[in-house]
């Protein structure tokens, strides 16, 4: 299992945090973004669809994570996001990172899922509950999910 | 030359493929492309200030020369997460 | 399962995210501490031995969750603390949040797992490699793990 | 009166015990306690400053008055997470 992905399967948060974990590891932080019921506008949603430019996407995920490194010290991360047909409750992206103290891990994560939102190549279409869809883009820094 | 066009989102939706190869004259640029698909697909043409286009994995600028068997990837605004 | 709790059995992060999110949840953040195999002070650590005042640390854990939900809006919270012997790998603590987005998610774990540690009646004594012992307190904010 | 006392790491380990019941005469407080505690095992005076204690379930002031009944809790300075 590659530490970054985009992928059509459900994902796992176990499985990437066992991928960054190491007995150097004190504090691990998991950042799950997961689909609603509710939209940002107040509309009930029935399901999201995302697509991907997925080696821009994987490559995006890579600089992010050197990023976080320099920032915040000596840190692993692991980031997943999911694409196709998503109904609610399902996980679209899931962050972990893991480190020796638990500040950096916070701040490695937080900084990681806003840089993910702002820049890398993935797209997403709520489907409502009234049969409408709409591409939704990442105006604001903390849409949800993700 | 040839060049494979990708698209993705909305602009997928409006161009009406995923991707697509197109025969431009040789010294074409990137900025070239583009007129290329508005002229078939008017309704795009607002969309450009906003789409970043990424050239065999890498964002690039309007004015980069194309070679033949370039990607180009178009990139509307992002909603991932 | 309760949210709050302080047990001898391990740990399981999944447990804790299913008690937390519903379909208005669009962010989930989870905290992990993880024994490690160094101490603050450079030693080697064979294992941590945990214990706790169980009745006070759980309504210790409550208040917390109380108070996160004032500062950071309405969210989720189960605090799940290890006791008992722990070896190097093992998850000491388990913090998780769930909130419609993720901005108050990250503050509300963060803002738990540091008065956690601050407040709550838990005792830790460090086992090392050596063979010798000693009783650790949280003198600073980012004493890891936890 | 009979006080009952739970201890926790170091101090459990001085006193030698996790609970203890102690008589005490009516009328002592939470401090008379503690003072029948160092009477026991002296080496645990220099950690009263660093100690919180509890009764019943809440932390509580040395001049409390103790109950027949009363539980009283001793809280090192802690280290979990």
């Not at chain 1, 999911?82 to 972990?96: M, P, Q, S």
């Not at chain 1, 993910?116 to 903390?142: M, Q, S």
């Not at chain 2, 197109?22 to 990137?30: C, E, H, K, T, Y």
Request: aromatic residues 6%; negative net charge; hydrophobic residues 45%.
């Amino acid at each position: 299992m590659n530490r970054f992905a985009v992928s059509e399967h459900p994902l796992d948060a176990a499985v990437l945090e066992n991928l960054v974990c190491d007995d150097k590891c004190g504090g691990l932080v998991t950042f799950s973004g997961i689909v609603r019921a509710r939209s940002d506008d107040g509309r009930d949603v029935s399901g999201l669809a995302y697509e991907a430019h997925v080696e821009l996407a994987i490559a995006e995920f890579e600089q992010i994570a050197r990023e976080a490194g320099e920032r915040f010290g000596e840190c692993a991360i692991a980031i997943h996001h999911r694409i196709g047909d998503l109904v609610v409750g399902e996980t679209a992206v899931v962050v972990v990172v893991a480190a020796a103290h638990r500040a950096a891990t916070f701040d490695a994560c937080r900084f990681a899922i806003d840089a993910l939102k702002e820049r890398a190549p993935i797209w997403k279409r709520e489907a409502f509950v009234d049969g409408t869809t709409e591409w939704r883009e990442n105006r604001c820094t903390d849409e949800a999910p993700g | 030359m040839t060049v494979r066009v990708v698209a993705f989102a909305r602009l997928r939706e409006l161009l009406g493929f995923s991707q697509c190869e197109f025969d431009l004259p040789d010294g074409a640029r990137v900025d070239d492309a583009w007129d290329v698909l508005v002229a078939g697909v008017p309704a795009i043409a607002d969309l450009r200030a906003s789409t970043r286009i990424a050239c065999n994995g890498g964002v690039t600028e309007g004015a980069r020369a194309l070679r033949d068997g370039d990607e180009l990837a178009l990139l509307p605004p992002v909603g991932g997460g």
